[in-house]
């Protein structure tokens, strides 16, 4: 009986050690998990910001171009006030990409990029001057609106409608309209054009359903009821904090 005592007591000595070694172990590859997912989420809203910011202010860019170049040779003074808003955006363009290198060297926490809210949206009409008239409707009674839902709403539908400028062929209107429902703020771009059917889903959808599901939302983009191409995101309020 001593001996089977003995032997009990000399296999949880030595028991322990791996004990230990086992949850330090598991601690270890706990962390190793946690860090890697950090790195994982930071590197996909990195990936958003910069494909955002580059997306649409470069074609911004482009259209104002082109408005540009058309009005040169019978309107200089309109042509000159096209040269104004390119050169803003050019501007607005290089703080938004100096933020994110900023950013991406230093490591810091800071958020990559002035957040613009609800209220800028009518803002976006302007970059499209020249090209596709845009018009934004916000319910005057939308009520309190959390700090991350606003700018994931206003990016939503600033990469919605850069890709309407770009991929709607014939549109003559894009519409922008927020509204209030309940707990959630609504979100609905569309356009009148005929989009171009392309193969698989591009960055920008796949951004944009992102920061939806993100804050505990929901997105949804395709053929509009009629003709053209419509965006839909419902984020709550709160932007998923309870």
């Known amino acids: 009986m001593a001996a ?10 030595l028991s322990i050690p791996i004990e230990i070694g086992l949850v330090v ?3 270890r590859s706990a962390k190793e998990r946690a860090i890697s997912d950090a790195k994982s989420f930071e ?10 910011t580059v997306a649409h202010h470069v074609s911004a860019i482009a ?13 200089r003074e309109r042509a000159i006030g096209v040269l104004a808003v390119i050169e803003e955006a050019a501007s607005r363009t290089l703080v938004e990409m100096r933020s994110m290198v900023s ?4 490591g810091a926490e800071a958020e990559l990029a002035p957040q613009q809210g609800l209220q800028d949206l009518r803002r976006l009409a302007e970059d ?5 008239p845009v018009t934004v409707s916000i ?21 919605s409608i850069t890709n309407a400028v770009r991929h709607a062929s014939g549109a003559t209107e894009i519409s922008v309209a927020v509204a209030g429902l309940g707990d959630s703020i609504s979100l609905t771009v569309c356009d009148d054009g005929i989009t171009t059917p392309s193969n ?27 003709r053209g191409w419509q965006v839909a995101a419902t984020i709550p309020r709160t932007g998923g904090q309870s």
């Open 43 to 52: 590197r996909a809203e990195l990936a958003r910001e910069l494909h955002d």
């Open 103 to 106: 950013t991406l060297r230093d």
């Open 128 to 132: 499209t001057a020249g090209a596709v």
């Open 4 to 13: 089977f005592s003995d032997w009990i007591g000399g296999f949880i000595v």
């Open 139 to 159: 319910d005057e009674a939308i009520g309190t609106v959390g700090s991350a839902t606003e700018p994931a709403l206003y990016r939503i539908a600033r990469e």
């Open 63 to 75: 259209v104002q171009a082109q408005a540009g170049r058309a009005m040169a040779a019978t309107d």
């Open 25 to 27: 172990r598991y601690q």
């Open 200 to 226: 698989g889903v591009g960055y920008g959808l796949l951004g944009m359903a992102e920061r939806a599901e993100l804050l505990g939302g929901s997105f949804d983009a395709g053929p509009g009821p009629d």
